[in-house]
């Protein structure tokens, strides 16, 4: 709640000028006639005085004035706000308080804000439970998406698995990923949408800027409540990426048994076998990869998609 007191001195001061004589008593009869103001007053008449009610007229002035500006659309002035009359001192005041659209508009951004995001795709901010396409091919990947979030919601502090969603590209992984989230930030719970290769691009580029830039970020994604780690495999990982940051992150999310998803467009085995076991120079390592696939096991669960391919439709 905010008060304009300048407003109301400044309105005091045009008023109290009496070479406004004539407009000043038609000003004071379009106030005392106003409907709000007469059932304000009607309302609290024991509280009031004759006198208080003659000095309350540049707040009542001001208070009609803000209400029609606002029913017209003309409100420049403290947007979002709108005017009530309140007894204060023995007189009455106009005070402001945050609009039903304002207060609306505040809890979404809340909601929002519970979704952090890096290498979200823009189309993809706002994707829907609700929107998603149920063909036979998905409803098994909706169903476990749902049974996830009822199950997660409900219980206090019980290990939920994440899903590991395969499939080939544009089937809707990375869409369904972002709506689960956008439903879990609708409930209050806080997450985070990272496409891997761009997390893994950032991380790169933090090295060296100093402040413990990298651990911080690190952390952030180590310790969210639910993570969604979107299009693993899509691009060959150095063994720092791997090992440093993707094997920390899984190491430490396991460990404390926080929910975590993927997509890819590899299966399990194949992640293993084509990905992870490989690193960017080409060694092969198969028990890093092994290591790495106990820890994806241990926090999703497999579940193909299939469908049309939807991009660019
Ligand atoms: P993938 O991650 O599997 O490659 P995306 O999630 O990027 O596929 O989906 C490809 C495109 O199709 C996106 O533009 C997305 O908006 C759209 N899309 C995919 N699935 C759905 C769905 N179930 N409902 C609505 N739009 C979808
Ligand atoms: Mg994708």
């Given amino acids: 709640m905010i008060r304009l007191e300048n407003l109301g001195k400044n309105m005091k001061k045009m008023l109290n000028k009496s070479n406004l004589n004539n407009s ?29 009610i003659k000095k309350s007229a540049s707040s009542l002035y001001e208070f009609i004035n803000k209400r029609d500006n606002m029913k017209n659309g003309r409100d420049q002035y403290a947007k979002g706000y709108e005017p009530r009359l309140e007894i204060n001192n023995h007189l009455i005041e106009v005070t402001y308080q945050p609009t039903q659209a304002m207060l609306q508009a505040a809890q979404q951004q809340t909601i929002k804000n519970n979704v952090q995001a890096i290498g979200l ?60 989230a956008n439903k879990l930030a609708n409930d209050n719970v806080k997450s985070m949408f990272i496409h891997f290769p761009s997390f893994a691009t950032k991380m790169k ?13 690190l952390d952030r994604v180590k310790t969210v409540p639910v993570l969604m780690i979107d299009d693993i495999g899509a691009d060959s990982m150095s063994t720092w ?44 390592e198969p028990l890093k990869a092994k290591r790495l696939m106990e820890r994806i096991h241990f926090l999703a669960r497999p579940i193909e998609m299939g469908g049309e391919n939807r991009r660019n439709r």
Avoid: W
Avoid at 256 to 273: H, V
């Fill in 241 to 284: 990426i791997r090992d440093e940051i993707l094997g920390v992150i899984l190491e430490y999310r396991m460990q404390n048994q926080l929910p975590t998803f993927f997509s890819s467009n590899f299966s399990m085995e194949q992640l293993e076998e084509e990905h992870l076991a490989v690193n960017a120079k080409g060694d092969y």
């Fill in 24 to 52: 000043y008593q038609q000003i004071l009869q379009k106030v005392y006639n106003d409907e709000d103001v007469k059932k304000f007053i009607n309302e609290h008449r024991s509280e009031l005085t004759d006198v208080a």
């Fill in 205 to 217: 580029s933090l090295i060296g800027s100093g402040n413990n830039s990298v651990a911080d970020e």
């Fill in 121 to 180: 795709a823009k189309n993809l901010k706002d994707a829907k439970l609700d929107d998603f396409y149920q063909e036979n091919e998905r409803i098994d990947a909706l169903n476990n998406a749902l049974n996830f979030i009822s199950k997660y919601e409900n219980s206090s502090n019980g290990f939920e698995q994440g899903i590991y969603l395969s499939g080939s590209f544009g089937v809707g992984k990375s869409y369904l990923l972002s709506a689960i």
